[in-house]
């Protein structure tokens, strides 16, 4: 089992619906969760982060964070063809550094 | 301006041969890292390092090696240990190792084997 799983994608949704996407993680000690977006040939650029159990809101960006699931969530709301990237999920545990997952390409199609 | 420089932008790699990727940060931050990115995939993790003069083994350490003589620098070397070189590589760094601290990315390095 991989210890960060994502859906590889691609999610397609049309401009102005939500995205939704989804991230699940092995290790229950975790303590910190980040999603970051990379466009083609890009690194990565932070966009959310969460620590505590429940929805944190960054603008369109919600981030949402389940321990006892073991589950942590990104919805994009008003999705536009700007948003269309990778979207990794990382998460960190004790004192390691950042696993992450291997991404989920968003498309938002105009 | 602050931030992670990394360079070359892109290298190539011949049969045998060892080659340097330098990553320069300007934002005092204590921890570096240095991480590999296939295509499709997610970043793994080579080496890092928390402090001057040390530094520890990632992920994927075989066939690399790093040093970190001075707080701002922390170039990698793939050896010709490494046999599948290709790949993207990003350097980042953050204030301090480990707990609930975010990363910041160089612009990343392409290698490839001639």
């Known amino acids: 089992q991989k210890e960060v799983e994502q859906n590889s994608g691609p999610l397609s949704v049309p401009e102005g619906a939500i995205a939704s996407l989804n991230c699940t993680y092995s290790?229950?000690?975790?303590?910190?969760f980040f999603w970051y977006r990379q466009y083609s040939g890009k690194s990565p650029e932070l966009i959310m982060f969460?620590?505590?159990?429940g929805d944190k809101e960054d603008g369109r960006f919600t981030a949402q964070l389940n321990k006892a699931s073991q589950y942590v969530s990104l919805l994009i709301r008003d999705s536009q063809p700007s948003d269309s990237a990778t979207y990794l999920c990382?998460?960190?545990?004790?004192?390691?550094?950042?696993?992450f997952g291997s991404g989920t390409r968003l498309q938002v199609q105009p | 301006d602050g931030g992670i420089t990394q360079s070359p932008k892109y290298l190539f790699r011949k049969e045998g041969q060892n080659v340097t990727l330098s990553c320069e940060q300007n934002?005092?931050?204590?921890?570096m890292y240095w991480y590999r990115q296939d295509p499709g995939q997610g970043l793994r993790l080579i080496y890092y390092?928390?402090?001057?003069?040390?530094?520890q083994k990632g992920d994927i350490a075989e066939g690399y090696s790093v040093s970190r003589e001075k707080k701002e620098s922390f170039p990698l070397t793939v050896t010709s240990a490494q046999k599948n070189p290709t790949a993207f590589y990003l350097c980042?760094?953050?204030?301090?190792?480990?707990?609930?601290?975010?990363?910041?990315f160089g612009s990343g390095t392409q290698l490839s084997v001639l």
């Open positions: 969460i620590y505590s159990n």
């Open positions: 980042a760094s953050s204030i301090v190792g480990m707990i609930r601290e975010k990363l910041f």
């Open positions: 390092s928390q402090i001057v003069n040390d530094f």
């Open positions: 290790d229950r000690g975790s303590q910190s």
């Open positions: 934002l005092n931050h204590d921890a």
């Open positions: 990382a998460v960190q545990g004790g004192r390691r550094a950042l696993t």
